[in-house]
Nanobody
Framework: QVQLVESGGGSVQAGGSLRLSCEASRSTYNSNVMGWFRQAPGQEREGVALIASTTDRTYYSASVEGRFTISRNNAARVVYLQMNSLKPEDTAMYYC?????????????????WGQGTQVTVSE
């Protein structure tokens, strides 16, 4: 059964930190690429951080580079997103994605599986 379950969202003041978790089923965790996307109200969903399963190589959007860190725990089948120095513009629903079919890693339509999302709200 394919499953991605996000957790760890919440409300925090600017400058604070949160760690998101994405727990994956066995088959989903073995996907070639897993990542985090986010969608703010009235905006399109955008890629935030990606991790390649075979190399653990990571990639970040310019808006979060240096503040966010994506990582994996293979034993627990969890992908994390550590978010530091949070800003109000980081406020969004954060989604976990897995299994890149083809094409650009940053295009959301190229991912086969999605979680339900976890809300992150950053206040001034």
């Amino acid at each position: 059964q394919v499953q991605l379950v996000e957790s760890g969202g919440g409300s925090v003041q600017a400058g604070g930190s949160l760690r998101l978790s994405c727990e994956a089923s066995r088959s989903t965790y073995n996907s070639n690429v897993m990542g985090w996307f986010r969608q703010a109200p009235g905006q399109e969903r955008e890629g935030v951080a990606l991790i390649a399963s075979t190399t653990d190589r990571t990639y970040y959007s310019a808006s979060v580079e240096g503040r966010f860190t994506i990582s994996r725990n293979n034993a627990a089948r969890v992908v994390y997103l550590q978010m530091n120095s949070l800003k109000p513009e980081d406020t969004a629903m954060y989604y976990c994605a897995a299994d890149l079919r083809s094409g650009s890693w940053w295009r959301l339509e190229n991912y086969r599986y999605w979680g339900q999302g976890t809300q992150v709200t950053v206040s001034e």
